[in-house]
């Protein structure tokens, strides 16, 4: 197997607003021989999620940047095609973070390369519904945003891979429901397919009395993934003792600089009475993501918990499929299809 050709993409420079396609440069590796303990894994779909953009950019964050020249980071999902290793056979489906490219050699130590099983769920679902995002989304609710039954939760972004998942969570705990999601089609999506109460749609003029209209009893939960226009008109309507989890702020990702963005810390942060409000990350919740990863598969094998994916082709064009998270041309998860097994 060594002497295999791999196809990545590196980062060229440092985007200066939205990311643009010469900021990426796709190469060709050749794959050395694979050593003892180490596995050979063929990547077949590649994730792309929000927090890459933070990565490109050399500001400091809770993570390194990715270096000019070095493979974009990524989780993806493949097979074992070659094993050195007693705890990996080859046929092995797992999920790596391999990053954005065609193989990728692990040590079987490695806490990032671990096996899924594709005949519980489909081997792309392990990226989304059941792999980061969904993670995100159990943990950020019940443990960050603090749910009782019959309150009411908002949720921004909820067509979308992590909100998707908090509503549907919301509503098996008791919650009155209302996502937010651009245009009516993700809108009629997240009432009619996840059986959100209600979905607000942000594009539209009446925006503010619309979600006014949802949360007849005020907002008690804030689930934040947006940020911008979609918080102000959140922030107007907080009950006393309301809680807001910042998973994200997408609507600054690709600010000229970031600094000077006014962040939902901004706008809670200047209201009389703010929700309890603090950034999390998935990885706080480390210790127990096999308790996230076993529900989220048993609820959506039996159909609990509904999932939409948007599966792009060919990693060659994974930095122009990058953007459509920001202009919301991906509806649900977006992957991006790397090889066939
Ligand atoms: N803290 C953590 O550990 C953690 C982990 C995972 C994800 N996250 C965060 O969670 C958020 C959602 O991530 P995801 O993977 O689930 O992405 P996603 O929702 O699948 O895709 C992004 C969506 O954001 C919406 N959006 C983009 N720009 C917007 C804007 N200016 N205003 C309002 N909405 C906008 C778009 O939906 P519409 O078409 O509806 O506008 C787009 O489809 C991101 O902020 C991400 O950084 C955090």
């Known amino acids: ?20 396609t010469d900021d990426f440069r796709l190469e060709t590796s050749t794959i050395a021989p694979i050593k003892d303990d180490e596995v050979l894994i063929k990547t077949l779909y590649l994730s792309l999620d929000p927090y890459m953009r933070g990565r490109m950019s050399a500001a400091k964050s809770y993570a390194d940047p990715v270096a000019i020249g070095e493979v974009m980071v990524a989780e993806t999902a493949g097979i074992v095609v070659e094993s050195k290793s007693d705890r990996y056979a080859v046929g092995d489906y797992v999920c790596c973070r391999s990053g954005w490219q065609e193989y990728f050699v692990s040590h079987h130590k490695d806490p990032m390369t671990y096996k899924v099983d594709p005949d519980k769920v489909p081997l792309s679902a392990y990226l989304g519904v059941c792999g980061m995002p969904g993670r995100t989304a159990y943990f950020g609710l019940i443990r960050e945003g603090k749910p009782v039954a019959g309150e009411t939760l908002v949720v921004s972004a909820a067509s979308g891979a992590v ?21 009516e089609k993700k809108c009629a999506y997240v009432k009619e397919e996840l059986g959100f109460d209600e979905c607000v749609d942000y594009k539209a003029t009446d925006f503010d009395s619309a979600l006014k209209t949802a949360c007849p009893k005020g907002i008690d939960i804030y689930f934040e993934s947006v940020g911008g226009a979609v918080t102000e008109a959140v922030a107007k309507q907080f009950n006393l003792g309301a809680r807001a989890p910042i998973c994200g702020f997408i609507a600054s990702y690709n600010a000229t600089d970031i600094t000077k963005e006014r962040t939902p810390f901004h706008i809670f942060g200047e209201l009389e009475n703010p929700p ?51 202009s919301g ?12 097994e």
């Open 276 to 326: 309890e409000h603090k950034f999390f990350l998935v990885f706080d919740h480390y210790a127990d993501f096999a308790e996230a990863n076993n529900a989220l598969t048993d609820w959506v094998a039996n159909g609990e918990i509904k999932y939409k994916e948007t599966i792009a082709d060919g990693l060659e064009l994974a930095s122009e499929y990058f953007s459509w998270l920001f």
């Open 163 to 183: 909100g998707s998942v908090v509503g549907q969570i919301g509503k098996k705990l008791g919650l009155h429901v209302v996502g937010i999601a651009g245009g």
């Open 1 to 20: 197997m060594s002497g295999l050709s791999n196809k990545r993409i590196v980062l060229a420079s440092r985007p200066i607003g939205e990311p643009k």
């Open 329 to 340: 041309k991906n509806f649900g998860k977006l992957v991006v299809k790397v090889a066939d």
